[in-house]
């Protein structure tokens, strides 16, 4: 019997009114729907991870903040991740730079996918957080969410749902192809 996949989708912006939370609601259902995979939600708001100051990167030492050992702890837990983001300047958020740079080995060597949000489904914002993941050893998978455009301001107004929109399901659908497989291939190497 094949061991589930534990897949953790990451909320990364922080902010009040955030879009996170209906992308949230239309991805989450997609991708508790793929056989074989536990997935939990962590919210970077709940993450309570203060701005990173460790003397050493955790590559290095672990860290001496006990917020920052509880998420590092937590990560190892999982066996890949879909981050849903934002892209503010050009980039990913703050908050997930912030993640990332509070721990290192619970993310090594394991899948790491987007859905993208924003004027141009945070395309610039995914390119960067597939070079961070790559400096972590991690797969950076090849298909993504982009909700992009008029699509992301109709969402974000309410005026459509994502229901109005069914070729993204595609997208998730292909995003989650790619983690199943990767996240396989990975899971069995660490083991």
Known sequence: M??????AII??????GRFADKALAWFE???RAQEGWEV??????????PFFDEPVPPAAKAPADPAAQAWGARLK????FIVLTAEYNHSITA???????????GWAKKPIGAVGYGGVGAAR?????????????????????????ADFRALAKGDKSF????????????????MEWWGRATKAARG
Request: aromatic share 6%; proline share 5%.
């Open 163 to 178: 229901a109005d929109l069914p070729y993204l399901d595609g997208s998730a659908k292909a995003l989650i192809a790619d």
């Open 125 to 149: 914002a995914v390119e960067h957080l597939r070079l961070i993941a790559i400096n972590f050893g991690m797969v950076p998978v090849a298909a993504a969410v982009a909700i992009a455009g």
């Open 11 to 16: 909320l990364s912006s922080t902010r009040e």
């Open 77 to 80: 837990g999982f066996d890949g």
């Open 40 to 49: 939990e939600v962590l919210d970077l708001r709940e993450a309570a991870l």
């Open 29 to 31: 259902p997609i991708a």
């Open 95 to 105: 908050a997930l730079k912030n993640a990332f740079d509070h721990a290192f080995e």
């Open 2 to 7: 094949t061991q589930p996949l534990k897949i």
